[in-house]
């Protein structure tokens, strides 16, 4: 069984993603959308055979969202939303929020904790 009935679905879905990412400039949606499309188009492309089925792939997917969001959250915490900065000290078991910050600060690169 196909992810989408037809490509016009898929290219449906899409702009819809990409709309959503244009209008709303809240970072939370964008980065909430953008981790959706990631894995609307991977099981799309799974079920019609462009990509093979990957175990756990449901797993490596939110892996990968969660890598993305402790690296803004080492680097650059001031443009995580508060409920991602709260989970990614959460998950890091406060061990984000230690983290020295003061060589990238001096060079102009990242922010401060929150």
């Known amino acids: 069984a196909s992810a989408f009935s037809s490509t016009g ?9 990409t709309t959503n990412l244009t209008l709303y400039r809240s970072t939370g949606i964008a980065v909430y959308v953008a981790a959706k499309a990631v894995e609307v188009l991977f ?5 019609k055979g462009k990509v093979k089925a990957l ?11 969660v890598c993305v969001l402790l690296h803004y959250a080492v680097i650059d915490p001031a443009v995580l939303p508060r409920a991602y900065w709260t ?4 998950v890091s078991d406060n061990k984000v929020a230690m983290v020295n910050r003061g060589a990238w600060l001096d060079i102009g690169w990242g922010s401060p904790v929150p």
């Open 9 to 17: 679905e898929l290219n449906t879905r899409l702009s819809c993603f």
């Open 43 to 47: 099981r799309a492309a799974e079920a």
């Open 87 to 90: 989970f990614a000290t959460t």
């Open 55 to 65: 175990p756990h792939g449901d797993v490596l997917l939110y892996a990968c969202g």
